[in-house]
């Protein structure tokens, strides 16, 4: 079956601009989860999504934002972005939050504010 | 502060070679640590552990749990070059459906 597919796989951006990612889960899974990684900080969660519901978020300021929709997609936006964003996004599907290691990530979007 | 702190950094080792990476967690409430690999982007899933003292297996690689002193270790024998990656350790928290990563442990195997 098809993994968890992420898009775009690369994108440059400048300074101020925003930024939609999109992650498609695994069919059937309905947790979709977020995550920053960087060099400096490893994998720092952003939000985790299920059933179209934010059902938790991490330590992240107001400019980041996410949604799901019905079929699982889930989306997350960066407003107003800064140097720091520059990161690696992650996403990771389950059918419930992590049964058994079912956590499958994507192959993430290597974002580069310039 | 929940925290995952992985050792060491890096490491370049020699293709035979046996390698242990440690991974301490201190957070507020436990559920189980997982092992991931990360070779190029997505992390690959390798063990879930839940119970002390309980070793997982697969091939040449393991790993065991110490609910006590908090802390996990992996181990891989007979090391190859297809196992350089940089290899995680998360810690699942019940509150809050979400893991606290480790920043990982680089592993080089050279030739």
């Known amino acids: 079956k098809a993994g968890v597919t992420q898009t775009p796989r690369y994108l440059i951006k400048t300074r101020g601009q925003q930024v939609t990612l999109s992650c498609s889960p695994i069919s059937g899974h309905r947790s979709v989860s977020w995550y920053q990684q960087t060099p400096g900080q490893g994998l720092q969660f952003l939000f985790e999504?299920?059933?179209?519901?934010?059902?938790n978020k991490g330590n992240f300021p107001g400019r980041f934002s996410g949604r799901q929709f019905s079929n699982s997609r889930s989306e997350m936006n960066v407003s107003t972005l800064e140097l720091g964003d520059s990161a690696l996004y992650l996403c990771?599907?389950?059918?419930?939050?992590?049964?058994?290691?079912?956590?499958?990530f994507g192959s993430g979007t290597r974002l580069t504010v310039v | 502060e929940d925290k995952v702190v992985q050792s060491p950094l890096s490491l370049v080792v020699h293709e035979g070679d046996t390698v242990t990476l440690n991974c301490s967690y201190e957070?507020?409430?436990?559920?189980?640590l997982l092992w991931y690999k990360q070779e190029k982007k997505a992390p690959t899933f390798l063990f879930m552990l839940t119970s002390s003292g309980i070793e997982k297996k697969s091939g040449r690689l393991s790993s065991i749990l110490d609910k006590k002193e908090l802390f996990s270790i992996l181990n891989i024998t007979a090391t190859q070059t297809g196992d350089s990656a940089v290899y995680l350790c998360a810690v699942d928290v019940p509150t809050g459906n979400q893991f606290y990563f480790g920043t990982g442990t680089s592993l080089t195997v050279i030739p």
């Open positions: 957070v507020t409430n436990f559920r189980s």
């Open positions: 999504y299920f059933s179209e519901t934010q059902r």
């Open positions: 990771a599907s389950s059918l419930e939050f992590l049964r058994g290691g079912g956590y499958t």
